[in-house]
């Protein structure tokens, strides 16, 4: 079983940077897929970035460009570096795990194991 732990949340202004942090366990690092999601107030939770075992990167159009995904198997964490922060994207943002399906891409399968969730907050 997958357990994952996210970390780094809290507080940002606008234009500045965050990141997070998602520590990983129970050996998710065979093939895989990860991703960071997002839970905006008032809104249905949305995919941000995804990551492939191979390194294959995959971001939404409201990150691109801004976010960074990147995954670090000796020290298992999974990270996403914010950039040019705005207040939508204010949200609470999960880590998610699931093997990798072969001729899925990772933005298009569903997510089996979650984190419970770290709060970013950015002020105007």
């Known amino acids: 079983q997958v357990q994952l732990a996210e970390s780094g949340g809290g507080s940002a202004q606008f234009g500045g940077p965050l990141r997070l942090s998602c520590t990983a366990s129970g050996n998710p690092w065979k093939k895989y897929c990860m991703a960071w999601f997002r839970r905006a107030p008032g809104k249905e939770r949305e995919g941000v970035a995804y990551?492939?075992?191979?390194?294959?990167?995959t971001y939404a159009d409201s990150v691109k460009g801004r976010f960074i995904i990147s995954g670090d198997v000796a020290k298992d964490t999974l990270d996403l570096q914010m950039n040019s922060l705005t207040p939508e994207d204010t949200a609470i943002y999960y880590c998610?795990?699931?093997?990798?399906?072969?001729?899925?891409?990772?933005?298009?399968?569903?997510?089996?194991?979650w984190g419970r969730g770290t709060q970013v907050i950015v002020s105007s």
């Open positions: 990551r492939e075992n191979d390194g294959t990167t």
């Open positions: 998610a795990h699931v093997p990798k399906i072969p001729s899925a891409t990772c933005d298009a399968v569903l997510y089996s194991n």
